[in-house]
């Protein structure tokens, strides 16, 4: 059991450049989470996927972000035209998407900072 | 809106001691679920204890235990034996129990830092 991986661990780029992170959930997880940190702050839910569909995304998923889990495998997570407002912790997590014993796992995060 | 507020920044505790780590919670609904998480310096989330709503008993796991009021919104975190590994931030979430299909939508709190003296 490797765990959920995230590639990067930190990216730094300019403001107005785009940005892409990787989430690879454990291998048999359905579901996908993607979470936002900010310093000081807790996880904020950005958007889920079960399989190779996007079933939620929240209010703070601007058009300026897109998601993606072809395949139901991997996740791709992209900021296009980044802002200084975008720094912060991308936290990818999957789950077994079992009902009510849904249990989480969590990546260790891309850190970004936007200069 | 449910919203989760942790009113400790810091903690602090001596090793083999016991900390209560609080929160509350504010939420119209009947059927949800509360967790406490750890992110240590690896940044990694841990689960570290889940209390389902519905349930009188308060959680424990093993030196980790919560005080559920249900009636009063809070839902504290007890830490017995306090060791030097227990050094991390704690979030505590709270997450619907009728959320459509999904329910790993977390809402948490700003966290509290918990420092541990040798």
């Known amino acids: 059991d490797t765990g959920v991986s995230q590639d990067p661990r930190h990216k730094i780029t300019k403001r107005g450049q785009n940005v892409t992170f990787r989430c690879d959930p454990i291998?048999?997880?359905?579901?996908l989470y993607w979470y936002r940190q900010t310093l000081g702050q807790g996880p904020e839910f950005l958007t889920y996927f079960q399989n190779e569909a996007q079933l939620e995304k929240s209010r703070l998923l601007s058009d300026r972000f897109s998601a993606e889990r072809p395949k139901g495998s991997f996740s791709t997570l992209e900021i296009q035209r980044t802002e200084q407002g975008d720094s912060a912790m991308y936290l990818c997590a999957s789950s077994l998407g079992v009902g009510t014993n849904e249990k989480l796992f969590f990546g260790s995060g891309t850190q970004l900072s936007v200069l | 809106a449910q919203t989760v507020t942790q009113s400790q920044p810091e903690m602090s505790v001596q090793e083999a001691e016991t900390v209560t780590l609080s929160c509350t919670y504010d939420t119209s609904e009947s059927d949800y679920y509360l967790f406490w998480y750890k992110q240590p310096p690896s940044r990694q989330m841990i689960l570290v204890i889940r209390q389902e709503a519905y349930k009188q008993q308060n959680a424990t796991e093993n030196r980790f235990s919560v005080n559920f009021q249900k009636a009063a919104k809070s839902f504290s975190l007890k830490i017995s034996d306090s060791q030097l590994g227990d050094a991390a931030m704690y979030f505590c979430?709270?997450?619907?129990?009728?959320?459509?299909?999904?329910?790993?939508?977390?809402?948490f709190g700003k966290g509290t830092k918990l420092s541990v003296k040798p």
């Open positions: 979430a709270y997450r619907s129990g009728s959320y459509g299909g999904s329910q790993g939508n977390l809402i």
């Open positions: 291998s048999e997880h359905n579901r």
